[in-house]
């Protein structure tokens, strides 16, 4: 394996374990076994090395949370399914959530963040409202938008407490 994907793999593990304000160089240089200047010599920075971990970790995210969405079902066990990808993946969701604080000061992960939203948006638009490709895009953008932030408002509940956070029959019973 080279340098390079030596860096990506550990600038990976750090995301998942660290997260991308806590990971030093080096702790990119431990994890990988790299020297401190095959950072700046594969990707620039520390900045851009973890922002392209970043941005395949959120297409990894989106491909899981797309995957649950594929199988239609009725709302409870679509939450169901959305409320285990989130206990199964919660270092990957908490990766997620902190690139939101990150796309602050970084043009480049906030432009991410943006275009993986609108892909959301309409996946959770088709599978909880039916609203497929020839629907109005104006309802498809308003459902989306409103299943987004109720995915946002679930994952964040189910991060900070679990013990406590709804089940999917409790988050459907509760509109």
Known sequence: MS?????????????????????????????????????NYHFGSKEQLLTRSLRELNAEWGELLFAVLEEPDDEETLWGRIIDSIQANRSLWFVNFESVASSRQDGEIRGMIASGQEVARASLARAFAGLGPGSDPDEVQAAGSRYFALLVGLAAQWLADPDHAPTAKQFVRSR
Do not use: E, M, W
């Not at 860096?7 to 076994?33: E, F, I, N, P, Q």
């Open 3 to 39: 340098a390079k994907d030596k860096l990506l793999r550990a600038a990976r593990d750090c995301l998942l374990t660290k997260g991308y304000a806590h990971t030093t160089v080096r702790d990119l240089v431990a994890a990988s076994g790299a020297n401190q200047a095959s950072i």
